[in-house]
T-cell receptor, first 110, second 111 residues
Framework: GDSVTQMEGPVTLSEEAFLTINCTYT??????LFWYVQYPGEGLQLLLK?????DKGSNKGFEATYRKETTSFHLEKGSVQVSDSAVYFC?????????FGAGTRLTVKP | DAGVIQSPRHEVTEMGQEVTLRCKPI?????LFWYRQTMMRGLELLIY????????DSGMPEDRFSAKMPNASFSTLKIQPSEPRDSAVYFC?????????FGPGTRLTVT
């Protein structure tokens, strides 16, 4: 069945460092892809999305490009801030069936 | 819009007691999802409803768990009897298309 695999954490970076969190997927059809973020004590929030191949989702300085040829949707940010410390989940959806990755914990130190 | 509303935010109960978690989805959304999150197992889908009808309950761990959606604006997840291994954060999410919007969660502790 459809699934998502994302890089294991935790990831620790210094402020202003470049961030990449890898995500790859397997799907039988043409899923939509998402990144969600979970701050401590809160629910998951949609960070960005892409609905078809070569789409780029972006929000709050984060970007991810839907790469069908490599079945990937890697999350990137050019300069992280302490406030970006959270758990990031990659997910795919075909209709109502949404599959989440295991989550990657990011800690950004000043 | 207030977003997805869950209550209570925290629940502490003793083993064997009945627990009821509540969710109010975003108005206009036609799908509702219940998830459980633990350190060991991550985020697990328990059940989801479409237009108030349960579509997939294969994630419900056992008969002690039940969920209802009597109308488009309310759903409950009940655990009876509760056990310590049910301790987790339970999230409700709703959607209209393929994006899911999560509530803040209910942290359940069963002692």
């Amino acid at each position: 069945g459809d699934s998502v695999t994302q890089m294991e954490g935790p990831v620790t970076l210094s402020e202003e460092a470049f961030l990449t969190i890898n995500c790859t997927y397997t799907a039988t059809g043409y899923p939509s892809l998402f990144w969600y973020v979970q701050y401590p004590g809160e629910g998951l929030q949609l960070l960005l999305k892409a609905t078809k191949a070569d789409d780029k989702g972006s929000n709050k300085g984060f970007e991810a490009t839907y790469r069908k040829e490599t079945t990937s949707f890697h999350l990137e940010k050019g300069s992280v801030q302490v406030s970006d410390s959270a758990v990031y989940f990659c997910a795919l959806s075909e209709g109502n069936d949404m599959r989440f990755g295991a989550g990657t914990r990011l800690t950004v130190k000043p | 819009d207030a977003g997805v509303i869950q209550s209570p935010r925290h629940e502490v109960t003793e083993m064997g007691q009945e627990v009821t978690l509540r969710c109010k989805p975003i108005s206009g959304h036609n799908s509702l999802f219940w998830y459980r999150q633990t350190m060991m197992r991550g985020l697990e889908l328990l059940i989801y409803f479409n237009n108030n009808v349960p579509i997939d309950d294969s994630g419900m761990p056992e008969d002690r768990f039940s969920a209802k959606m009597p109308n488009a604006s309310f759903s409950t997840l009940k655990i009876q009897p509760s056990e310590p291994r049910d301790s987790a954060v339970y999230f409700c999410a709703s959607s209209f298309s393929y994006e899911q919007y999560f509530g803040p969660g209910t942290r359940l502790t069963v002692t």
